[in-house]
């Protein structure tokens, strides 16, 4: 008996799951199928048209009179429809009646078969990542085709903006989280009132002063200056969360290893940053999402200089003042989401496996 | 405990050595080297203001010629991206060949915001291209930009370019008036954009007067289509579009001295002729018969996908508001003249004659140094803009830029538009303070056109970008 | 002599407090001149630079403490911790404390920031209709997007606990964290997308087209609704962190608790509710506050889907907008400092957990 219901709320639980996860998969599934398709149908027809669908295919294409007065009943096979209705389509039996061309007057016999839209195409990729094609008219009249610039120069400078621009944070805020936890200094209590405040402070408000002092010490454009803006911008966040975790390790770790002699320097570098190496990976997870996704910052300290432009940027000038570049955007959406992704799967099993908080304790 | 101690020195000073033996070491002989300066020179060239040239050296132009700044590099900032990036480095790239200076164009989206934090912040580019003079006028009243005449040929600049454009670029600076930029490109707002093949084929004519305008949207409608395309959708910059037509109509149905107050600010929006204007608009747009998607559809299409439409076959909708460079935008593989053709947005009351509403773009300079005026001044010639006239699109405001390097009988005849008009007027939210021009009349429009708001609340709103 | 140069002797130590510091911002000045001046190749370059942000700050530390640990105990436990959380506070101190004080400053003068005007600005806010749809933006946004994402992620992590699937739904679910928010707003245009026509290609008005309805523009006509389709995209994207730390934390509850109660008949909502909930609070709290915060300073999303428009605008975008494309520094500061005030509620409940 118990068993049995069990098992069924098992069901019931995989099931709720279930349909929560397919909702929250939709929409990148969606991103992922539109990154395949030519340019002209992602406008024409939903991404889900690939799935084996029911649709209307024309069967007879009736001309109608040319004088037909589209404000009057029109008058089809003895039955007369609106123009209103014909332009919705309206459905007779198992058939349907739509206008295939207004003007001249045709409209469309049309049954419903099983469709599939089936083309797929790599030439998103392969234009957002080897430099868009630009035509442009040449004064003969002749049009000479242009590469634009490709991405992996930009790819690397990401990633030397963004390992150091994710781990030193992680590093000065693990310190002063140790500190705030568990050594006593004047002051603790209201740091820590501001660090939290800092929390809410957007980073638009720095962004003029800051440029400002960048400027005066040549630090525009460089690596060094949008790491610490990163540094900055990501501290109050990893700072409160680091102090969370840390905060609640167990107090006898700390106590026998200060009996064996041991310093703050070696107990938090010896047992506190392996000790956290779950928070240390979900935390690490954010901040490197965060900087690898920044444009803002970017756009701002990195400025003009081409040889020090990261992804973002790069993938925004490609998308470019159209903004319809549909077929170019999800491409590079999803080429944008790789290396974070991959990240992801490889950090997932520190934190997945519930080494956080508590179960230390327990 | 002191063993480790020991240990830990040891790792200290040996990982401290490594790194100055990696990057001190050839730091040192990087910087040994004569490396070029950033070019982004952090403002302090404009303290050190280039000596006055002999004559006898010629102009800064000519001296880049002579190859005289091989090697420098000139920072240039703009909000144009994509397609116009390309056309834009195709048409200096015969200057950078020949003078060896690298101009550095960036791009981006957000140059509204960014170019106020990248001058607030001191990191100003060496040039910045203004589609919106007001803008500029902001930065100008800071004393922040270079005035141009300091260096420039005045009666070069007079005889190569049409008074009202230099008028234009004279802005009130901290001391005084100063030439605050040049211009370089410009554009047409006042054109109705058509698919002509089919329009001919549906036995339509081209409107002569507002009436007829309104007669053929309405005998459009009749035959079951809805007669405009029209999209304002523009990311943060949603509602510029819908600016142009209130100034076109303005143009239309008052006096160009009323204008002109309007743009100085003297005439409210609040006030009669402003909304004569915004209503005479909305007959058109609220009239869910005329527009095409109707009337929600115009604050969610975006300005470069509202004309594509007019492009199937047939045709969804037939009539697009739109300047010159929304031809980029057309689909590929159209003829221009075939396909599609425009046509004068018609005059509204005959007493106001044909007006044309035209804009530009004004490239103003930050770093004063030598070659940053070379290349000011080379701005100025039609020659900079050649290739990018030749490519459709755009129109040199420049004299010496020649009427043959226009890619189509199209082009020509919008030059041709702006010499038999009776009054030509800037784009007037270009020329109004960015506060207003390029934020409460946008979103203003956009509030009005989605409904958020009522006439009456919009202006007042648009009209408080006034005092802020 | 040789008591000199003895490493504990206090000259000695006075000397290597001087060295230390000069050697480490010297050194650090060559390392970052190398950088700006050199031509290597992109790969290279990155991987030197990642080696010398991550060692360079390490060795900072290693390097100070050494100094530190020389010192008597009582001189070494004053000034440990300033060691350690000295660069925090001085990034912090110069990157963002400095601009938040100027901004509060900047909150009490005009838009040009000349003339002092009191309290004017913060009258306008909570007076003018744009700057209170703001206001009120905001707080739908934490009344909905935090809520939401919290209770979702705590709902899912106790579901994945006891489902079959576990790995896969929680990174299914977490999936949308590693999206940028650009990528994400090309994600939402399409379901959302409208456009005129009968032929739809946004997920949710060919749903509404399926079953009869009118397709809408999500985002823009239906005011104020269109803010809870934005909040929807904020609640895909953060549930996903809610429900990590919230399953990990979980996870840490004592089986033996679990077991016991369940020996007395509990039901499972029970336990929930008076056994799981109470053990993770602190959890909650923190999750809830990292959560709230966020969601006051949304800004992208906004940016990305509407721009603020069509009476969507929050309070960063707001001041976006009149701090750096109207120029008025009066109104953009005074929204700054508005969040800022708004969190203080948030603080009060964090200070009661911090250890006294």
């Known amino acids: ?362 | ?468 | 002599m040789k008591n000199l140069l003895r490493i504990n002797s206090t000259p000695m130590l006075i000397f290597l407090s001087i060295l230390i510091p000069t050697g480490n911002f010297y050194i650090h000045w060559r390392i970052f001149l190398f950088f700006r001046d050199t031509e290597l190749n992109s790969l290279l370059l990155a991987v030197l630079a990642v080696l010398w942000g991550v060692v360079g700050v390490y060795t900072i530390y290693l390097s100070f403490n050494w100094v530190v640990e020389k010192y008597s105990d009582r001189l070494k436990k004053g000034i440990l911790p300033f060691v350690f959380i000295g660069p925090a506070v001085i990034l912090l101190g110069w990157l963002l404390v400095l601009p938040t004080v100027r901004t509060i400053y900047l909150s009490f003068l005009d838009a040009q920031s000349v003339h002092f005007v009191g309290l004017a600005n913060y009258v306008a806010v909570f007076t003018d209709r744009l700057l209170v749809s703001t206001l009120r933006n905001n707080l739908l946004w934490v009344a909905f997007g935090a809520t939401l994402s919290v209770a979702f992620g705590l709902l899912i992590a106790i579901l994945a606990d006891r489902s079959s699937y576990e790995r896969i739904a929680k990174s299914i679910i977490f999936m949308p964290m590693a999206i940028s928010l650009v990528a994400a707003g090309v994600i939402w245009k399409f379901i959302y997308y409208f456009q005129p026509g009968d032929q739809q290609v946004g997920l949710l008005n060919a749903i509404m087209l399926a079953f009869g309805g009118e397709p809408q523009a999500w985002t823009s006509m239906l005011q104020p609704w269109n803010n809870l389709f934005l909040i929807v995209i904020l609640i895909w994207m953060q549930t996903g962190f809610a429900m990590v730390i919230f399953s990990a934390s979980i996870k840490g509850v004592p089986d033996q608790m679990l077991e016991a109660a369940r020996v007395d008949g509990a039901n499972e909502v029970r336990i929930f509710f008076s056994i799981i909930i109470p053990y993770i609070s602190s959890t909650i709290l923190a999750v809830t506050t990292t959560i709230v915060v966020f969601t006051l300073k949304i800004f992208d999303i906004v940016m990305v889907m509407t721009g603020g428009q069509y009476d969507t605008e929050v309070v960063a975008t707001q001041f976006y907008r009149q701090f750096f494309m109207y120029r008025n520094f009066g109104y953009g500061s005074t929204l700054a400092i508005v969040l800022l005030i708004a969190v203080i509620p948030v603080i009060i409940f964090n200070l009661r957990q911090f250890r006294k």
């Open chain 2, 1 to 468: 405990m002191k063993k480790q101690w020991r240990k830990s020195v040891v790792s200290v000073l040996s990982i401290l050595l490594i790194f100055t033996l990696i990057f001190a070491g050839c730091g040192s002989s990087a910087t040994n080297e004569p490396t070029d300066e950033p070019s982004n020179t952090e403002g302090t060239a404009t303290n050190d203001q280039p000596q006055e040239q002999p004559a006898d050296e010629g102009t800064y132009l000519e001296q880049a010629y002579a190859g005289k700044f091989k090697g420098t590099k000139v920072s240039m900032f703009g909000p144009f991206a994509d397609a116009d990036e390309v056309k834009f480095n195709n048409s200096i790239k015969e200057f950078e060949e020949k003078t060896g200076i690298d101009i550095q164009y960036q791009g981006s989206k957000e140059f509204e915001a960014t170019i106020n934090i990248r001058v607030e912040g001191g990191n100003a580019p060496d040039i910045a291209d203004f589609p919106q003079p007001g803008l500029l006028a902001n930065f100008v009243k800071s004393g922040k930009v270079i005035d141009v005449s300091t260096f420039l040929d005045g009666s070069h600049l007079k005889s190569n370019y049409n008074q009202s454009w230099i008028d234009m670029a004279t802005m009130e600076g901290k001391d005084g008036e100063i030439m605050a930029g040049i211009w370089n490109r410009s554009n047409v707002k006042s054109l109705v954009w058509y698919p002509k093949k089919q329009f001919e084929e549906a036995g339509y004519t081209v409107p002569q007067t507002w009436d007829e305008l309104i007669a053929l949207s309405e005998q459009i409608a009749a035959d079951g289509d809805q007669a405009w395309a029209i999209g304002i959708e523009s990311g943060a910059a949603t509602g510029w579009a819908a600016t142009d037509w209130i100034e076109d109509i303005m143009l239309r149905t008052t006096t160009p001295e009323n204008y002109d107050k309007w743009v100085k600010g003297e005439l409210s929006f609040t006030s009669d002729e402003v909304k004569n204007a915004a209503k005479k608009m909305t007959e058109i747009w609220f009239n869910d018969d005329y527009v095409y998607g109707g009337r929600k559809s115009i604050v969610t299409t975006s300005f470069g996908d509202a004309p594509k439409p007019m492009f199937d076959n047939p045709p969804k909708t037939w009539l697009h508001r739109q300047g010159n460079f929304i031809t980029s935008f057309f689909p590929e593989g159209l003829e221009a003249g075939v396909d599609y053709d425009w046509f004068y947005l018609p005059s509204i009351d005959e007493q106001y004659g044909k007006p044309v509403l035209v804009a530009g773009d004004i490239y103003a300079m930050f770093n004063d140094r030598p070659e940053v005026r070379a290349v000011m001044e080379f701005f100025t010639t039609g020659e900079s803009i050649k290739t990018w006239v030749q490519s459709g699109g755009v129109i040199a405001p420049m004299n010496d830029a020649s009427l043959d390097w226009y890619a189509s009988d199209m082009d020509r005849r919008m030059a041709e538009l702006i010499q038999n008009a009776s009054t030509i007027r800037f784009d007037g939210s270009d020329l109004m303070p960015g506060s207003v021009g390029a934020g409460t009349f946008w979103k203003g429009m956009t509030d009005y056109a989605s409904g958020t708001v009522d006439l009456d609340e919009a202006m007042e709103e648009i009209e408080a970008g006034w005092n802020k």
């Open chain 1, 1 to 362: 008996m118990k068993k049995k219901e069990k098992k069924r709320s098992k069901w019931l639980v995989n099931t709720v799951l279930g349909i929560i996860s397919i909702i929250w998969l939709i929409p990148t599934l969606g991103l992922f199928i539109s990154s395949f398709r030519p340019a002209t149908d992602i406008l024409q027809t939903g991404w889900w048209t690939i799935f084996p669908h029911r649709a209307w295919e024309t069967t007879v294409e009736l001309e109608l009179s040319k004088d037909v007065d589209l404000r009057q009943p029109i008058e089809i096979d003895g039955t007369s429809y609106t123009d209103e209705e014909l332009r919705k389509g309206i459905k007779i039996n198992d058939q349907r009646l739509i206008w295939e061309n207004r003007r001249a007057r045709i409209v469309n016999v049309q049954d419903k078969v099983w469709n599939m839209n089936t083309d797929f195409t790599l030439e998103n990729y392969m234009s957002v990542l080897t430099g868009k094609e630009y035509s442009i008219m040449q004064p003969d009249g002749s049009v000479r085709v242009e590469k634009g610039s490709d991405l992996s120069q930009a790819f690397w400078n990401t990633v030397a903006v963004s390992i150091p621009g994710t781990i030193i944070p992680i590093l000065i805020a693990s310190f002063a989280a140790y500190a705030f936890a568990w050594m006593n200094f004047p002051g603790r209590r209201v740091m820590f009132v501001i660090i939290i405040a800092l929390l809410v402070v957007p980073l638009q408000v720095a962004l003029i002063p800051v440029l400002k002092d960048y400027t005066a010490l040549g630090l525009n454009g460089s690596l060094l200056g949008i790491w610490l803006a990163h540094t900055a911008f990501g501290l109050p966040l990893i700072t409160y969360f680091m102090y969370n975790y840390i905060s609640q390790l167990p107090r006898d770790i700390f106590e026998s290893a200060y009996i064996d002699g041991a310093s703050n320097f070696s107990i938090f570098s010896r047992l506190v940053l392996p000790l956290s190496v779950p928070a240390l990976a979900s935390i690490s997870i954010f901040q490197f999402l965060w900087v690898w996704n920044d444009y803002l910052v970017a756009l701002v300290f990195i400025g003009s200089q081409p040889d020090v432009q990261v992804l973002s940027m790069k993938i925004a000038d490609l998308v470019g003042s159209r903004g319809s570049d549909w077929h170019l955007l999800t491409s590079a959406a999803f080429i944008s989401m790789l290396m974070p992704l991959t990240v992801f799967f490889l950090l997932q099993k520190y934190f997945v496996k519930g080494l956080l908080g508590g179960s230390i304790k327990g």
